[in-house]
């Protein structure tokens, strides 16, 4: 499978706090690079991204959102900050209503543009943050023009008609005007805007199978009806990002019945996890979608470190084989995953199992 991949995340590594203690955020450079070095080691061509197109960007966040995200560092600086994260202080309470009211502070502005504190921005930020969004729409190009014929499959090749972004920083919490959960551009919503402003589809099905529910993506199409939003994930009564990922949520206005949400309990497994899944294709299926972007995160490995789940490694082979069945031109964006000796070994074997019956002829 084609892999798309930039070096710029690198300098980008923030503080999070977690668990009242500040520490370097869990999305650390490593995690790409594992899953780089085990996508080549497989013999995966990688292509570099091409530059983000902005008007693709700006279908998916608002325009002062994105103006904050690259002047932040800037205004950190030169508001005297010595500190080399800049975190936030205070958030709109429910009742503190006057959304008119943008703080002119760095400070403020943090607060108003976030939804936690378990990520920063640091120096590199911005530009490892359009590295990563590059590299979906770049993954999204690629499968649009990818030779075949109708939709289904590069017939010269016999390959599957699909692209994998190593994406980081990850994308789905990144909502279209806030940046929270390690995340400060929505990947998977430039991938499925990038097919949908090509033309090549005119409605994208977007699966989340990370172990916490996308409010990002879930955020951007809420209500549009070109997107069908589905995520199976830990119940957010007790599980980031707490606020959003209910059963109850089904999309609003002309989205309304195009958003779908699985909250799932602590220490769910693949078996019960996968039934689940059966009842998100059910349901994307009678929606005639073109194309498929799978926000793909890790973390419901037994073994990750910040989640519940327990995936276990040929679990990751059924998901890839059941996703390739999907039969729809495929966008992989990596989001999350934690457990750093096992995340590139997981995405190599959910993309093994998607192109199994090729690559065992
Ligand atoms: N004690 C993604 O997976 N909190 N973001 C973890 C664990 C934040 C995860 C704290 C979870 C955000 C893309
Ligand atoms: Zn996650």
């Excluded at 707490?242 to 220490?267: C, K, M, W």
Aim: overall charge negative; charged content about 20%; aromatic content about 10%.
């Amino acid at each position: 499978m084609l892999i798309v991949y930039g070096k710029e995340h690198d300098a980008h590594h923030c503080l999070e706090l977690d668990c009242g203690e500040l520490i370097r955020s869990w999305d650390s450079p490593e995690r790409a690079q594992n899953v780089f070095n085990s996508l080549t080691r497989e013999g995966h061509a990688v292509v570099a991204a091409q530059a983000l197109p902005h008007e693709i960007l700006l279908k998916v966040h608002d325009a002062d959102y994105i103006a904050f995200l690259q002047d932040a560092w800037k205004l950190w600086v030169e508001e005297g900050h010595k500190a080399s994260a800049a975190f936030a202080l205070a958030w709109r309470a429910r009742s503190w209503n006057r959304p008119d009211r943008v703080p002119t502070c760095i400070t403020g502005k943090l607060g108003y543009y976030s939804i936690g504190v378990d990520c920063s921005i640091i120096e590199h930020t911005w530009t490892a943050a359009e590295a990563a969004a590059a590299s979906a729409a770049t993954a999204a190009s690629v499968v649009a023009k990818m030779k075949g014929h109708g939709s289904r499959s590069d017939t010269h090749s016999k390959l599957p008609r699909a692209a994998f972004a190593i994406c980081r920083p990850p994308g789905h919490h990144a909502m279209r005007n806030a940046f929270g959960g390690y995340c400060y551009l929505n990947n998977a919503a430039v991938a499925a805007q990038t097919l949908l402003s090509s033309a090549f589809a005119s409605r994208v099905f977007v699966l989340d199978v990370d172990y916490h529910h996308g409010n990002g993506t879930q955020d951007i199409f809420y209500s549009r009806s070109d997107v069908c939003y589905a995520s199976l994930h830990a119940d957010p009564a007790t599980e980031f990002p707490y606020f959003s990922g209910y059963a109850d949520e089904i999309g609003e206005g002309d989205g309304q019945g195009y958003t779908r949400n699985v909250p799932l309990p602590p220490g769910t497994t693949f078996d019960v996890w996968s039934e689940h899944l059966e009842s998100c294709f059910d349901w994307a299926k009678e929606k005639n979608c073109g194309a498929m972007v799978v926000s793909l995160g890790l973390d419901t490995y037994i073994r990750d470190p910040v989640s519940t789940f327990k995936f276990e490694k040929q679990d990751y082979s059924a998901l890839g084989k059941r996703l390739r069945t999907v039969d729809l031109p495929t966008v992989f964006v990596l989001e999350g995953g934690y457990d750093l000796p096992s995340i590139g070994e997981n995405v190599v074997t959910v993309i093994h199992g998607f192109e199994e019956d090729i690559r065992c002829k």
